[in-house]
T-cell receptor, first 113, second 111 residues
Framework: KAGVTQTPRYLIKTRGQQVTLSCSPI?????VSWYQQTPGQGLQFLFE???????NKGNFPGRFSGRQFSNSRSEMNVSTLELGDSALYLC????????????FGAGTRLSVL | EDKVVQSPLSLVVHEGDTVTLNCSYE??????LLWYKQEKKAPTFLFML????IEKKSGRLSSILDKKELFSILNITATQTGDSAVYLC???????????FGAGTQVVVTP
């Protein structure tokens, strides 16, 4: 079974631009969660989608948004980029029940200049 | 507010040593706890612990959960340089799709 695939792997943007990251979950998984990882804050939850619906959201500003398609693929968008948005963005997929294990993609490294 | 504290934050050991990593948590509607290993990129799953007092083992790694005292331990015996990584614990609570990660323990195994 293929794992979680994230594209692109690396991105360099400038302040004020917007960016879209993509995540393809493991086949059969309907839940996709997004996390931001920085050296100072560690891994922080952004949001989770299940069957095209956002079920949960972390404490991030509205510039961070996402969506999920009918094939469970998910995208995350960050608008009006700030320097502090530089981070590793990880997505994880699971079957969607409470106890299920999340499997992570390799991440997208975003650098904002 | 949910809280996860891992200790120590980092440690350096020699190959062959045993390490014990700690994770204490306060999570609303606790269901289970996950351990992950993160080298350079994606965290990789190690264990899921749901029941108190039952040890999970995989090779040289083992882990146990104490639901009464709200902590978990990850042990690595006969460490190898390939065990060098950040180890993360993440309890699962009542919040859909959200893992509340601790800061992690950075383990460095020297030859």
């Amino acid at each position: 079974k293929a794992g979680v695939t994230q594209t692109p792997r690396y991105l360099i943007k400038t302040r004020g631009q917007q960016v879209t990251l993509s995540c393809s979950p493991i086949s059969g998984h309907r839940s996709v969660s997004w996390y931001q990882q920085t050296p100072g804050q560690g891994l922080q939850f952004l949001f989770e989608y299940f069957s095209e619906t956002q079920r949960n959201k972390g404490n991030f500003p509205g510039r961070f948004s996402g969506r999920q398609f009918s094939n469970s693929r998910s995208e995350m968008n960050v608008s009006t980029l700030e320097l502090g948005d530089s981070a590793l963005y990880l997505c994880a997929s699971s079957s969607g029940t409470q106890e299920n294990i999340q499997y992570f993609g390799a991440g997208t490294r975003l650098s904002v200049l | 507010e949910d809280k996860v504290v891992q200790s120590p934050l980092s440690l350096v050991v020699h190959e062959g040593d045993t390490v014990t990593l700690n994770c204490s948590y306060e999570v609303t509607n606790f269901r289970s706890l996950l351990w992950y290993k993160q080298e350079k990129k994606a965290p990789t799953f190690l264990f899921m612990l749901t029941s108190s007092g039952i040890e999970k083992k995989s090779g040289r790694l083992s882990s146990i959960l104490d639901k009464k005292e709200l902590f978990s331990i990850l042990n690595i015996t006969a460490t190898q340089t390939g065990d060098s990584a950040v180890y993360l614990c993440a309890p699962i609570g009542g919040s859909w799709g959200k893992l509340q990660f601790g800061a992690g323990t950075q383990v460095v195994v020297t030859p």
